[in-house]
């Protein structure tokens, strides 16, 4: 998702030019001829609990992807959704142990729009021990003025009126295409 946020209009025309030319040559594997086509069910993306677990080995439905916070409104409460853009602020809030969050604020490239990424409770009880200095050491980069890009993959949810994103693992955050530890491994 970082790499097709960053390409450049001659990288993304080569690279979309390569898939057409792969869809056209594709054959249909799906439907046999003299077979009838099995039937499927079609699962919805969600990240809650409660959703339809899949049958060992089927792929989980794609998740639907906004490279812009412009983009994101109040019909989508409710919806899993994967959204990249820069990263304002980060607010932690680790006082109480059993009650640790942190808020990841996006902006739009022009600084016109902000968009706020919720990690609660349940992100931090399924993250390694050591995310907390993580995300101390991602605020600090934040107030350092360094541009970093977040890619996250959350339910959209709305909070103090606010339309906004709750994620719930740390695999599905990405700072400029990596995870969070390899990107502060790296930089500093």
């Not at 990240?47 to 060992?56: A, C, M, R």
């Not at 812009?68 to 820069?86: G, M, P, W, Y």
């Not at 990263?87 to 022009?110: A, H, M, Q, Y």
Request: glycine residues 4%.
């Amino acid at each position: 998702m970082y790499n097709k946020y960053i390409e450049t209009d001659e990288k993304k025309e080569q690279r979309k030019e390569r898939d057409r030319n792969r869809r056209k040559n594709r054959t249909n594997i799906r439907v046999e001829q003299g077979k009838k086509p099995l039937e499927e069910i079609v699962n919805r993306p969600t990240t809650d609990n409660q959703g339809e677990t899949l049958i060992d080995g089927e792929r989980n439905p794609p998740v639907p992807r906004s490279y812009s916070i412009l983009h994101i409104n109040r019909e989508q409460l409710k919806s899993t959704l994967a959204v990249i853009d820069r990263i304002l602020e980060v607010e932690n809030d680790f006082d109480n142990p059993n009650e640790k969050r942190s808020i990841i604020t996006l902006t739009n490239g022009n600084n016109t729009l902000t968009f706020k990424i919720m990690l609660e409770q349940v992100f931090f009880a399924q993250a390694p021990l050591n995310i907390d200095r993580m995300l101390q050491g991602l605020k600090v980069r934040t107030v350092q003025e360094e541009a970093m890009f977040l890619s996250a993959v959350g339910e959209i949810v709305e909070r103090n009126d606010e339309v906004c994103m709750v994620v719930f693992a740390e695999e599905d955050l990405n700072i400029n295409g990596k995870s969070i530890f390899a990107y502060l491994s790296n930089v500093g």
